[in-house]
C-alpha cells in the first residue's frame, strides 16, 4: 500500500512539474552576429526584439533593443504571449537577410527576409547572424580620343550576391561620365562582375572584368577607352 502511495505521489509531482514547464511563458535566447566576409564577431549591432509584426493589425511592436557586446553576443529574456516574435540587427555599413529554402519543394524560390523568427514553443533558442559588409561603387568613364564623336561604350555591371538578388544588373550607355553611382548595394570584400563594350563606325569590342569592393571607403572604376 504505502509503496502504491509513494508511486502515486511522485508521478503527481512529475505532472506537475511538466505542467509549470509548459505553462511557464519565459523564454531565452541568445545570439552572435558576424561579419559574412571575416566570420568575425559584429561589436556594436542594434538588435531589436518585436513581436505581432502583422502589418495589417498595426504592425510590429518592439519590446526589447540592445546592442552586441565586444564579442558580437547578446541575448533576451521575456514572456510568450500569442503573437509571432522576431529578432532584427542593423549596423551601419552592414545588411543582414536571412534566407529560407522550402525542403519539401526544392524548386521553389527561397524566401528572404531582414528578420528571423523564433520558433514557438522552444523555451531557449540560439540564433546566428550572418550580416554582409556593405560597399559603394562609384565609375568614371573618360574617352582617350575625343575625335572619335561616333564612339559609344556601354557598361554593366552584375548583382554579386546571388542568393539575395536585390539589385539587379546596372547597365550604362554614353560618351563619358564622372561619378556614376552604382546604386544599391554589393558586397565588401568580394568582386562585381562588369561587361563592358565600345563601338566605333559600326565595330564593336567587348571586355568582362571586375573590380574588389572596398568598405571602409567607396570603390573608385576608372575606364578610359
Known amino acids: 500500500m504505502r509503496r502504491k502511495l509513494g508511486a502515486a505521489l511522485l508521478v503527481a509531482l512529475m505532472l506537475t ?23 568575425q564577431p559584429l561589436s556594436g549591432v542594434t538588435v531589436s526584439l518585436s513581436e505581432n509584426d502583422d ?33 532584427r540587427v542593423s549596423k551601419q555599413k552592414y545588411t543582414y537577410h536571412h534566407v529560407e529554402y522550402n525542403e519539401k519543394f526544392k524548386n521553389l524560390p527561397p524566401v528572404i527576409t531582414d528578420y528571423q523568427e523564433l520558433e514557438s514553443l522552444n523555451k531557449k533558442q540560439s540564433l546566428i547572424f550572418d550580416m554582409e559588409p556593405v560597399g559603394a561603387l562609384v565609375v568614371n ?11 559609344k561604350l556601354t557598361i554593366k555591371f552584375e548583382n554579386v550576391n546571388k542568393a539575395t538578388p536585390t539589385v539587379g544588373p546596372q547597365v550604362y550607355t554614353g560618351n563619358s561620365i564622372s561619378g556614376f553611382y552604382v546604386g544599391g548595394y554589393a558586397i565588401a570584400g568580394k568582386y562585381v562582375r562588369y561587361i563592358y563594350t565600345i563601338e566605333k563606325s559600326g565595330i564593336s569590342q567587348t571586355t568582362r572584368d571586375s573590380v574588389l569592393i572596398k568598405h571602409d571607403v567607396p570603390t573608385t572604376l576608372d575606364i578610359s577607352y
Open 55 to 87: 502589418v495589417w493589425l498595426g504592425g510590429a511592436r518592439v519590446i526589447a533593443e540592445q546592442q552586441t557586446d565586444v564579442n558580437g553576443n547578446f541575448g533576451f529574456t521575456f514572456e510568450w504571449k500569442e503573437s509571432p516574435y522576431k529578432i
Open 17 to 39: 512539474s511538466c505542467e509549470d514547464s509548459v505553462l511557464d511563458p519565459t523564454t531565452e535566447v541568445t545570439g552572435k552576429v558576424v561579419d559574412h566576409v571575416t566570420n
Open 141 to 151: 568613364i573618360t574617352k582617350s580620343q575625343p575625335q572619335a564623336s561616333d564612339s
